[in-house]
């Protein structure tokens, strides 16, 4: 069995910066980074994989956030810096047994989602 928790979500103003936490247990291969605001479709934000360390990013958060794993205490982080309002969204963490995915359905698992508020 797969859980996922994920932390560190909050308010904090355009520009600033926020570090989310995935905490995983079980078994996965590749961790991703979603998010979803009202009204909008789920979207990809970044992935990591537990082996090689390989990281995949979506183009509007390249050069801003930054994806990265702790092996030993199964952890993934994504560090979110010059935040956005646009940025504002429940931002989820999810887990495959594959390496590679940028699609929603191609993942397992979900935590229960972590708001991420950016005011400008």
Known sequence: QVQLV???????????????????SGRTVSIGWFRQAPGKEREFVARITWNGGSTYYEDSVK??????RDNAKNTVSLQMNSLKPEDTAVYYC?????PKG???????????????TVSS
């Open 6 to 24: 994920e932390s560190g979500g909050g308010l904090v103003q355009a520009g600033g910066s926020l570090r989310l936490s995935c905490a995983a």
């Open 102 to 116: 940028t699609y929603s359905t191609q993942y397992d698992y979900w935590g229960q989602g972590t708001q991420v």
């Open 63 to 68: 050069g801003r956030f930054t994806i990265s």
């Open 94 to 98: 999810a887990a495959k047994l594959t």
